[in-house]
């Protein structure tokens, strides 16, 4: 043990994240947040639950072949199946992990297991002993475990450790606990099991009555060396601890906390933009640490503060989170040699000459329309051309006729990716531009879905700014898809992020899985 003791960084955005509600990572996207997961410095990557489908499967083994510097676990109940799906899928993996879970509280043990607890005990001990003969580290967390009864929670995490769990997760399932709580639950476990100081613990906390990152503190207060959450606080019903946050409180508040972290702090920026643009959803601008807001600065006497010394109201730099200012030295004259070797100063892998070609030619088309090329612009096209290479469809023509205060019209091409020979086309009108374009889209895909949500921000500032178009839809079962649409016209990027989403559902790109509720 160091004099400040270190603390683990669990990030859990590829399984507990992507239980979000119209949140569907596809394999090549897990890969890439996984990368860039190990840039930030993520200790543990929860890779998912590889019983629950094939495509969790594929895309645990692919994250275990690429990422080197940091521990991929898989997901999986207390079930042999399970265990060996998770064995097979990290046969690749650098450092594997497994990560077993089973419902401690009575209400889960009675109405969802219709287990009792010396039932609950029996597989908890078997199946952590099974994990541990196919792996090193095993971690084991009591679901529910913030509504269990404590003497109980002590006999199963002596057990577990008996058996062999290496790292033992202390879960919020449902978000329900609070700071002084959670920190005196981790108290009485660290006064209560046997070998407390032999393993790791760790908290998992759901943000349902928003104390989420709160928990994770005051666990780490109480003896915890292992928080888990995800960027951005995404995760199913209010989201999971924001492992931004945490970090970010644990670097400027080293004078209460006297810990430390791995996570390279200038990173947080750029991934919390990779997961937001993959997953669809955008960040609110008053989210504490990343948000568009964090640095802004509207009452005059704060203003004037701020310029005579940043530290009067600036508790975190932008600089510190990764948001720089100054533009890429790229422009229209810029040839291709500089413009890859900037890409990869960015941290972008690409090696295929096909996929530069293209990249370059949507570069000198962005350094053609734009003064002053960003890094946000470079990453919007990235993420952009990854976005649309992953769609089932693309926009070949858009055309609005716009009549004020009448009612306006849209002739929308769209080209099937995966049959040459279907170019669809149709027109439709709406009360507004943007309805006109989505009443064709619906009209050409043959389709009923409820557009719930539209969101669209500036990527950057100025008036040649690139637009982001989120939207989230809902077909006629009630499933939600995400879209995401980047593009100097509003309407364009308004379209794609459409056609996107509208191709998920399409295709039902959601597939039925097993869930982990913990």
């Not at 937001?276 to 640490?289: D, E, F, H, Q, Y």
């Amino acid at each position: 043990m160091t004099e400040k003791q270190y603390i683990q960084f669990f990030d859990t955005t590829l399984r507990d994240g992507e239980q979000t509600p119209g949140v569907n990572f596809n394999t090549k996207e897990k890969v890439q947040i996984a990368l860039q997961m190990e840039k930030w410095g993520i200790d543990v990557i929860e890779a998912g639950f590889p019983i629950s489908s094939e495509g969790d499967f594929e895309a645990v083994k692919a994250i275990a072949g690429a990422v080197k510097n940091m521990t991929v676990a898989g997901l999986a109940r207390c079930n042999e199946k399970d265990i060996d799906a998770a064995y097979n899928a990290l046969r690749d993996a650098v450092d594997p992990q497994i990560h077993i879970f089973m419902a401690t509280s009575p209400i889960h043990m009675e109405y969802k297991l219709k287990m009792t607890k010396e039932e609950v005990l029996a597989s908890i001990g078997h199946h952590v002993a099974y994990a541990k003969s196919k792996f090193e580290k095993v971690q084991f967390s009591p679901e529910d475990a913030t509504r269990s009864d404590w003497n109980f929670l002590v006999e199963v995490v002596n057990l577990a450790i008996e058996k062999g769990a290496t790292v033992i997760n202390i879960p919020d399932t449902v978000g329900y606990t609070n700071p002084t709580e959670y920190g005196n639950l981790f108290k009485y476990l660290k006064q209560n099991v046997t070998r407390f100081d032999d393993v790791i613990f760790s908290s998992h906390c759901h943000d349902d009555l928003g104390m989420a990152t709160a928990n994770a503190l005051a666990a780490i207060e109480n003896g915890a060396l292992r928080v888990e959450g995800a960027i951005n606080g995404i995760g199913e019903r209010a989201g999971n601890t924001a492992l931004e946050e945490v970090a970010v409180a644990l670097h400027i508040r080293k004078d209460y906390y006297q810990k430390e972290i791995g996570i390279v702090l200038k990173e947080t920026k750029r991934t919390s933009d990779l997961v937001s643009r993959l997953s669809g959803m955008p960040i609110p601008r008053n989210k504490a640490v990343i948000g568009g807001n964090a640095y802004a600065h509207e009452s005059g006497i704060h203003q004037d503060g701020v310029l005579k010394n940043p530290e009067t109201y600036e508790i975190i730099t932008p600089q510190l989170v990764g948001v720089e200012h100054n533009s890429l030295p790229l422009g229209k004259l810029s040839g291709r040699h500089a413009f890859v070797d900037r890409i990869a100063q960015m941290g972008y892998e690409i090696t295929d000459p096909a996929e530069i070609k293209i990249l370059f030619a949507r570069f000198k088309e962005l350094a053609d329309k734009k003064k002053n090329v960003t890094e946000e612009d470079i990453h919007a096209l990235m993420v952009g051309k990854s976005i649309e290479d992953e769609s089932a469809y693309e926009l070949k023509r858009l055309q609005v006729q716009f009549v004020k205060d009448g009612i306006q019209g849209a002739i929308v091409g769209i080209q099937d990716k995966r049959n040459k020979d279907a170019k669809m086309q149709d027109s439709a009108t709406g009360s507004g531009s943007i309805e006109a374009i989505y009443n064709t889209i619906n009209r050409i895909l043959d389709q009923e879905i409820i557009l719930k949500e539209y969101n669209i921000e500036a990527i950057t500032s100025g008036k040649d700014a690139q637009a982001e178009v989120h939207v989230v839809v809902e077909d006629e079962d009630g499933k939600s898809y995400n879209g995401t649409g980047i593009d100097f016209d509003v309407l364009t990027a308004s379209a794609k992020a459409y056609i996107q989403a509208s191709g998920k559902a399409k295709n039902k790109q959601t597939i039925e899985k097993v869930s982990a509720h913990f």
